[in-house]
């Protein structure tokens, strides 16, 4: 198949999200030399968002960007486990709230340094692999609500300890 610079033939020079000929209605991560990821359908034009923020949440062949976009799921659902054991909602025999108010953090804490270090990992990829906005999104979530555990494990152990 040859490539030249007409309508019908994109320019498959650089990495981007490209069109299939094969498969019409149909885009898959190109890195400049092969296609990479699995196809996915062309974003709606006419949806809320614009066809290139639709592929930049996308992580594509980016492993680190699927990672970070899973610890945003992690690092909201870590949010919720905090907040049912800070109110006594969960508790667990024999163990003292405190116990659990302190493990919570650090489960969310670790999900929060993990998702920080795979958005990092996923936007220095991101040129060659695509899923630049999913891993900054990534980032950002893992910085609001991340830090917040880290911050208060800090703050405990140079209070003393619980």
């Given at each position: 198949?040859?490539?030249?610079?007409?309508?019908?033939?994109?320019?498959?020079?650089?990495?981007?999200?490209?069109p299939m000929v094969d498969k019409p209605g149909y885009e898959q991560?190109?890195?400049?030399?092969?296609?990479?990821?699995?196809?996915?359908?062309?974003?709606?034009?006419?949806?809320?968002?614009?066809?290139?923020?639709?592929?930049?949440?996308?992580?594509?062949?980016?492993?680190?960007?699927?990672?970070?976009?899973?610890?945003?799921?992690g690092i909201l659902l870590s949010f919720v486990l905090q907040t049912l054991v800070?109110?006594?909602?969960?508790?667990?025999?024999?163990?003292?709230?405190?116990?659990?108010?302190?493990?919570?953090?650090?489960?969310?804490?670790?999900?929060?340094?993990?998702?920080?270090?795979?958005?990092?990992?996923?936007?220095?990829?991101?040129?060659?692999?695509?899923?630049?906005?999913?891993?900054?999104?990534?980032?950002?979530?893992?910085?609001?609500?991340?830090?917040?555990?880290?911050?208060?494990?800090?703050?405990?152990?140079?209070?003393?300890?619980?």
């Amino acid at each position: 198949m040859s490539l030249d610079d007409t309508d019908d033939n994109p320019d498959r020079s650089g990495a981007g999200w490209q069109p299939m000929v094969d498969k019409p209605g149909y885009e898959q991560w190109f890195d400049g030399a092969e296609w990479r990821g699995r196809p996915h359908r062309e974003p709606d034009p006419f949806s809320a968002f614009t066809p290139d923020l639709t592929r930049s949440l996308r992580p594509g062949p980016n492993r680190a960007a699927r990672v970070a976009r899973l610890g945003i799921v992690g690092i909201l659902l870590s949010f919720v486990l905090q907040t049912l054991v800070a109110t006594d909602t969960i508790t667990a025999p024999n163990v003292e709230q405190i116990t659990l108010v302190v493990a919570s953090l650090i489960i969310a804490a670790s999900i929060g340094v993990g998702t920080a270090v795979a958005s990092a990992l996923a936007i220095r990829a991101a040129p060659r692999l695509g899923g630049r906005a999913i891993a900054s999104l990534a980032l950002g979530t893992s910085i609001l609500l991340g830090l917040a555990p880290v911050l208060l494990l800090v703050a405990i152990g140079l209070a003393g300890g619980v």
